[in-house]
């Protein structure tokens, strides 16, 4: 299993940026994928879930309206947007497969976002 990210990004505050995930090993649509940011000198939080079999979502509260979560079937690779960026969104933004019961598995080696004027 593996799940490689797209490379690192760096925007002014208010744009926009989009991170890919694609995964590979395992059929794309069996399972969830998690997205998890970690902010520098910060804990991991979790910003929500996608499942790609029908491209369900689950946003976390803080998240709601400001993120969005996509999946393409065809390429295996799962997406999130983050849009009116601020310096806070500065942080380094993993994808990982999520097993129900039993958590996450694999995970991408993540997508430093870097937002500054």
């Known amino acids: 299993v593996q799940l490689v990210q797209s490379g690192a990004e760096l925007r002014n505050p208010g744009a926009s940026v989009k991170v890919s995930c694609k995964a590979s090993?395992?059929?794309?649509?069996?399972?969830?994928i998690d997205w998890v940011r970690q902010a520098p000198g910060q804990g991991l939080e979790w910003m929500g879930r996608?499942?790609?079999?029908?491209?369900?979502?689950k946003y976390a509260q803080k998240f709601q309206g400001r993120v969005t979560f996509t999946a393409d079937t065809s390429t295996s690779t799962a997406y999130v947007e983050l849009s009116s960026l601020r310096s806070e969104d500065t942080a380094v933004y993993y994808c990982?497969?999520?097993?129900?019961?039993?958590?996450?598995?694999?995970w991408g080696k993540g997508t430093l976002v870097t937002v500054s004027s």
């Open positions: 990982a497969r999520y097993i129900v019961n039993y958590g996450m598995d694999y």
């Open positions: 090993g395992y059929t794309f649509t069996d399972n969830i």
């Open positions: 996608i499942d790609p079999v029908d491209g369900g979502t």
